[in-house]
């Protein structure tokens, strides 16, 4: 592979592959089924396969389509287990490498970015990369000053490849709709295709790392590297050994589970109240267990700025979702356009379908498996008209914290991990913790008295 495929009609190409494989194995699988196979073997035999596919074409795309291959990744807890074994290697290869660029493009590329003598602020630089992301990969090396170092490397074309993908992408939604039945593919991809953008611009994420590596600065729990350099389509940044989470997800003991678990559950409700800023792309490829213990953490291109203001709605949300009766229930989501107006819901449905998906922030510790993963997902994907999920709105503000928490929570499945949720919750989620009686959440002209020392908590 010379280049990210940059023309549409060579990557809408690729992605034709797609439906056409699936239709072969479909008929294969007709043609078996009448020679006396189970249908129920043929069925995973086609879905193991349609995977497999799947994940090959959208890794050597790279780009949107590969971001939407690790997001999709993240919902492997969710399958039944007689499909989600065979995916799982695939899913993890998909999660940590792709197909690399070769080294001229590579150097080209530092080249545009920090000048014809690029190479000369580095001692060492290697050509191999050591990681692929959905719209770059990453090269390890050793900077002037001497500091082991991760230099992220955009692919050229990157930015014209993305609108073609989503536009392909979103004509396929009934093809995954083999691996996830149900799951609302055109408005993942809509989210997806405007954050995917922001993380184009390099200048943009380098900001958002430095401000969480400052507010997480000396931090007992968490290690973010640092920026050293940036410029153009290239990043520079502190070098981070250690175990990907994805690693512990296949082979940790069930204390490496719950210990990484509860870290990275911790540093996704932490951040908002800590810098600001929500990590918004957790799949396990950006989190690392290092040998002292930390949880490491990459990758800050897809962030979601959290005011005060909002942090305590949410919280204030999520506490009258776990506490409080039908009624004030319904009124919270309505008051956050989670119900739009005019739009009447069965009361007693919603709270049915509430409780079980709240319960990891009623009790004490909460277990969280597979299996209950899989049922929250069969209640969410359920399209049955009587389904209350399909009365339900998301509104904007709320569209990167549900993907954050359903990936997230995904991520802990696949953990297999039990820990405190509920108190994690009240220390870092502002409004969660308040008394009932509590005063209505500060308005804009309150944030500017919120000082640093107030959101540090």
Known sequence: MSDLPRRAVTRSAKLATLPLGFAGRTALGVGKRTFGKPAEAVAVEIQQRTAEQLFKVLGELKGGAMKLGQMLSIFEAALPPEIAGPYRATLTRLQEAAPPLPAATVHQVLANALGEDWRDRFQEFDDTPAAAASIGQVHRGVWEDGRAVAVKVQYPGA???????????????????VLMPGLDVKSMLAELRERVAEELDYTVEAESQRIVHEAYADDPDFSIPAVVAQAGDVLVTEWMDGVPLSKIITDGDQEERDHAALLYCRFLLSGPRRCGLLHGDPHPGNFRVLDDGRLGVMDFGAVDRIAPEFQYRMGRLLRIGTMAGIDEIEDALRREDFIREGVTIDAEALHAFLAPITEPFVTDTFKFTREWLRDMAARVTDLRPTNVVRQLNLPPEYVIVHRVLSAGTGVLCQLECEIPARAESLRWISG??????????????????LDDDELAG
């Open 159 to 177: 930015g014209k490849a993305l609108l073609s993908d989503f536009n392909q992408l979103s004509r396929l939604a009934k093809l995954f709709a």
């Open 432 to 449: 969660f913790a308040d008394d009932p009686d509590t005063p209505d959440a500060p308005d804009a002209a309150d944030e500017d008295r």
